[in-house]
């Protein structure tokens, strides 16, 4: 029986291609930070943190940890500099990146299905941002915390591993309490929504276009389709059994 649903952010319930979004990002953060970093050094420890992030495992320090113990040393600024001015990014600059994305018309609907249906909702985004950020993108959705109680946002401050590794999914079975039958994880991303929450027992729904196949036949999915798919599956009860 289905008792908690995994949902995806980006390119599931917000349409934001990274491939935009990301330089954005990246050319927002060195103007706001000009005066402390250099861009050049700004954007290559950036990547080499998020790089920290993505070798964490679950067995040790949070996302946030590690990456603050390579990028602090790395662009010599001490943490109790920037990190005020990391926060004030993301609430002055960063909701200015809205105009880049779109809410998915289907991300209300299923979000409101689940919460009627009396689902957990986890926002299950790969942990490599502040809460404040993915709390942004939440509202750009419009599917905001404000309207929604969530049972679990993964966030970088929170989550010791990252969707590379299975030791993320299953920090958030243990966070919501679940066994894996009993979650759908919905995402995009074939090698991270899909693989190590298939290879933990999590049904899976994989958000793409309607001719998508899978891409490794050995993972048996719940379903494949745009969101709208998943939606409609899900209103006719056929996501709620065993």
């Known amino acids: 029986?289905?008792?908690?649903?995994?949902?995806?952010?980006?390119?599931?319930?917000?349409?934001n291609p990274m491939g935009r979004f990301i330089p954005a990002y990246f050319q927002a953060l060195t103007r706001f930070l000009a005066g402390h970093v250099p861009a050049e050094t700004l954007i290559?420890?950036?990547?080499?943190?998020?790089?920290?992030?993505?070798?964490?495992?679950?067995?040790?320090?949070?996302?946030?940890?590690?990456?603050?113990?390579?990028?602090?040393?790395?662009?010599?600024?001490?943490?109790?500099v920037l990190e005020p001015e990391f926060r004030r990014f993301y609430?002055?600059?960063?909701?200015?990146?809205?105009?880049?994305?779109?809410?998915?018309?289907?991300?209300?609907?299923?979000?409101?299905?689940?919460?009627a249906a009396g689902l957990q909702v986890a926002i299950a985004t790969n942990?490599?941002?502040?809460?404040?950020?993915?709390e942004e993108r939440l509202r750009w959705a419009g599917v905001p915390v404000s309207?929604?109680?969530?049972?679990?946002?993964?966030?970088f401050e929170s989550m010791h591993a990252t969707k590379s590794h299975p030791a993320y999914y299953r920090e958030v079975?243990?966070?919501?309490?679940?066994?894996?039958?009993?979650?759908?994880?919905?995402g995009d991303d074939w090698a991270w929504d899909i693989v190590p929450?298939?290879?933990?027992?999590?049904?899976?729904?994989?958000i793409g276009e309607p001719e998508a196949v899978p891409r490794e036949p050995g993972v048996v999915l719940d379903g494949a389709g745009p969101l709208g798919e998943l939606r409609r599956l899900a209103v006719a009860g056929a996501l709620t059994g065993s």
């Open 44 to 80: 290559a420890e950036l990547l080499a943190g998020t790089r920290a992030m993505d070798g964490n495992d679950g067995g040790g320090a949070t996302n946030e940890e590690a990456f603050a113990a390579h990028f602090y040393p790395a662009v010599g600024v001490a943490r109790e």
């Open 91 to 115: 609430a002055e600059a960063f909701p200015t990146l809205r105009a880049l994305t779109r809410p998915h018309p289907e991300a209300r609907p299923l979000v409101e299905w689940a919460f």
């Open 147 to 155: 309207e929604f109680p969530y049972d679990l946002i993964t966030a």
């Open 127 to 134: 942990p490599l941002f502040p809460l404040a950020a993915i």
């Open 173 to 186: 079975l243990e966070r919501l309490g679940r066994v894996p039958g009993e979650c759908l994880m919905a």
């Open 197 to 206: 929450a298939a290879a933990l027992g999590i049904r899976t729904f994989w």
């Open 1 to 15: 029986m289905l008792k908690a649903l995994l949902l995806d952010l980006d390119e599931t319930l917000l349409i």
